[in-house]
């Protein structure tokens, strides 16, 4: 059964730290791309950060480049958003998702929308009070 699950997510005061763990389950993850997501309540769900799997260029949306940061661990099947200096707009559900083949997930520096990926976590609630 193909499934990745998030885990990490909770309340946090502004200026904290969060990290988030995506483990994925039935598939591997080596040569994927992968992507994290999150969705404030009302808004869409947005890009917040890649990494290919042509190049393994990593990517970030502007609001969060140089606090958070992505990476995968291929050995423990699971992947991670290390997110710093928490702001109450960081307030949302993050999903993690994976896309197979040959993939720039941030091409014209734009992240792939939702509609790229193939798999995608339950997500995880991630609240910084104001």
């Known amino acids: 059964q193909v499934q990745l699950v998030e885990s990490g997510g909770g309340v946090v005061q502004p200026g904290g730290s969060l990290n988030l763990s995506c483990v994925a389950s039935g598939f ?16 869409e769900r947005d890009g917040v950060s890649c990494i290919s799997s042509s190049d393994g260029s990593v990517y970030y949306t502007d609001s969060v480049k140089g606090r958070f940061t992505i990476s995968r661990d291929n050995a423990k099947n699971t992947m991670y958003l290390q997110m710093n ?3 109450p707009e960081d307030t949302a559900v993050y999903y993690c998702a994976t896309r197979g083949g040959i993939f720039d997930c941030g091409l014209a520096g734009r992240l792939a929308p939702i509609t790229e990926y193939d ?5 995880t609630q991630v609240t910084v009070p104001s």
């Open 85 to 87: 200096n928490l702001k």
């Open 119 to 123: 798999y995608w976590g339950q997500g």
């Open 28 to 43: 591997t993850l080596d040569y994927l791309a992968i992507g994290w997501f999150r969705q404030a309540p009302g808004k």
